[in-house]
């Protein structure tokens, strides 16, 4: 049931500005500075709320978890010229190295390279982000530096939902009540 889409309607800003202040209370534990920045205040569109929500998740826990202590953690958000949406989660954290980078995505797969990391995790979180974001047509991509920190792009086709569209579904609604 996890690989099959239920989508419904509903303002993609919200749920990402709700998801990552979920995230301040940790941010603070280690220290972490997180900033939120959005192109639009909001993007009402059709996808599947709980899958979008656990794609963010895993990547901002990734970047908070691999993320030292006075580091940064960023998510931008921004619209794609009414192509659909693109999710940037950036860090400034320990990095991937280069021959590893495909690999992430791969199910179990883990970079044992750093011990000062706590809950290394088991492998499958990026493996289901990205069958999450192909359920919805989307792209996800990893650009790296070891060192450095991470960013992570996540593309995804949704086309918002017009007020017309939004009016003839109110409108049919009210009609079969």
């Known amino acids: 049931n996890e690989l099959k889409l ?4 509903g303002d993609l800003i919200a749920v990402a500005k709700e998801i990552f202040d979920s995230f301040k209370y940790m941010s603070e534990r280690k220290n972490i500075h997180l900033d939120f920045e959005s192109s639009i205040t909001e993007y009402d569109t059709v996808f599947d709320k709980d899958k979008v ?3 963010l998740i895993n990547l901002l826990s990734n970047a908070i978890k691999f993320t030292n202590e006075n580091g940064n953690v960023y998510f931008q958000i921004e619209a794609n010229n009414d192509n659909g949406i693109k999710l940037l989660i950036g860090d400034t954290g320990i990095g991937i190295p280069n021959d590893k980078k495909e690999k992430i ?11 000062n990391i706590l809950n290394q995790g088991s492998g499958i979180g990026l493996s289901i982000t990205q069958e999450f974001v192909k359920l919805h047509g989307g792209t996800i991509k990893v650009e790296s530096e070891e060192g450095v920190g ?7 086709p949704l086309v918002e939902t017009s007020q017309k569209t939004k009016q003839e579904t109110f409108i049919h609604k009210k009609q079969k009540t």
Do not use: G, K, M
Not at 6 to 9: F, G, H, I, L, Q
């Open 6 to 9: 239920n989508p419904t309607e």
């Open 53 to 55: 929500e656990r794609i």
């Open 105 to 115: 995505f791969e199910r179990f797969f883990q970079i044992n390279d750093n011990s």
């Open 150 to 156: 991470s960013v992570f792009t996540v593309f995804l």
